[in-house]
């Protein structure tokens, strides 16, 4: 079945950054874009970007330029978002997602949880 | 950026009863084709979130069949025909026609 598995918790100090991997199975790895989407404690959920597995190639909203990078390493099914400069606000989970490829997501991981603190 | 506004946004229901979350959008969510392309999640407590409904309508796959989606252009509905306990947690819309893609801002469901 498609599964998608995520790297355990982090915690991290102000500035820094951090890269979360995503391990996926069940499926043709490049048939399906990979998203991100956090969610804040006790917040809702916001659409960091996307990449297109096939290409490596990424977009991201404008909120996110320059602070977040999508990657992906095809030989072992796996997609990695960096977020860096870290400040409290981006304490949250971190979940990777496939595209249902209707314009939405399908298949969720399980989500990693970030934590911003001095 | 689109603005998805759900409503409302807590639900107190009653088990057994039917229940209704609006999601209404800033832009129409209708392709060029003429399709329209609204989802909704299901978020239970400490889990990650579930696609219930995509295009609208279609019910993915082990999804009751008293969860229904409805809508077109800019306003849609998400039904729950008669609440269980298991229905309890948070139901979010999104779109992903316009750049960058939006969420509402999450409809708690809880029980009376």
């Known amino acids: 079945q498609v599964q998608l598995v995520q790297s355990g918790a982090e915690v991290k100090k102000p500035g820094a950054s951090v890269k979360v991997s995503c391990k996926a199975s069940?499926?043709?790895?490049?048939?399906?874009?990979v998203h991100w989407v956090r969610q804040a404690p006790g917040q809702g959920l916001e659409w960091m970007g996307r990449i297109i597995t096939k290409s490596g190639e990424a977009g991201y909203p404008e909120k996110f330029h320059g602070r977040v990078t999508m990657t992906r390493d095809t030989s072992i099914t796996t997609v990695y978002m960096e977020l860096t400069s870290l400040t409290s606000d981006d304490t949250a989970l971190y979940y990777c997602?496939?595209?249902?490829?209707?314009?939405?997501?399908?298949?969720w991981g399980q989500g990693t949880l970030v934590t911003v603190s001095s | 950026d689109v603005v998805l506004t759900q409503s409302p946004l807590s639900l107190p229901v009653t088990l057994g009863q039917p229940a209704s979350i609006s999601c209404t959008s800033s832009q129409s969510l209708v392709r060029s084709d003429g399709n329209a392309h609204l989802t909704w999640f299901q978020q239970r407590p400490g889990q990650s979130p579930r696609r219930l409904i995509y295009k609208v309508s279609a019910r993915d796959s082990g999804v009751p069949d008293r969860f229904s989606g409805s809508g077109s252009g800019t306003d849609f509905t998400l039904k729950i025909s008669r609440v269980e306990a298991e229905d309890i947690g948070v139901y979010y819309c999104m779109q992903g026609i316009h750049w960058p893609w939006t969420f509402g801002q999450g409809t708690r469901v809880e029980i009376k």
């Open positions: 069940g499926y043709t790895f490049t048939d399906f874009y």
């Open positions: 997602v496939r595209d249902g490829r209707t314009w939405d997501l399908d298949q």
